[in-house]
């Protein structure tokens, strides 16, 4: 039931995450559309926005495909208003509009934090190597990170820069064809009643061992015992499901090190 219910949380998160999205990067207007659910949780974007709409009165004609309708008939179109006429009180009203608000509060945080997702999702997509094979990232798979990200082009050169060094370093043999016998990327799994997704999971062909993978932008995770925790918490989870094989752990940070725990 736990983890029914932190799978429902997830999905929840991840729709805020994407109307987030979808407000911050429309550059002159942002359109919802809507049709009569089967279904209604009340937490769709539409109903989160609605509250805050005013209509607009306006006429169409309906067009079929062999004539257009000579009756006229009214319809409702919803207008938000200018963001900067919200108030205060009103935003506090909807959780998700308050974090939207204060999601760039510190730029230099929010900077770090879309590089560092867009060394993950880099890494995500890069498919196994064969021997002698140079690692690089796809130009168009580059692009499309630094555009889900809005990253400029000094900050997308950093995110590709780190993930090489990850892919490149000590644990250059987890993208190796040769030795992975079985490999996947953020890999979701429940840990005691909790949500955890996991970067990397790969098997490998000559030992047999597992090995759970966590990437790192910073040089020195394992000095951090709420990253210990969660890795070592990461590596039990697997552990469960393996239960006779050896399930290993280690960081891979951006500086080119294989750090296990």
Known sequence: MQALVSEKEAQQREELNALYVAMTRAKKQLVFSSIAPYGDSGLTWWKRMLQFAQPIATVVQVQTTAKIVTDRQQIELMELPKFSDLSMEQNKSDQYLDRSMMAREDQSVSQTARIGQAMHM?????????????????????????????????????AVLMAQQIAKGKGAWAWQAGLIDWCSNEIEMVSDGQ???IDRLVKRADTGEWWVLDYKSESQPQTKADLLAQLSAYRSAVQKNQLDSTVKAAFLTASGDLIEI
Request: avoid cysteine; glycine fraction near 2%.
């Open 195 to 197: 949500l955890i997704r």
């Open 122 to 158: 880099l890494l995500q997509y890069l498919p196994l190597q064969h021997e002698k094979e140079n690692t690089s990232f796809d130009e168009v798979l580059i692009r499309g990170v630094q555009t889900e990200f809005d990253l400029n082009n000094d900050e997308i050169k950093q």
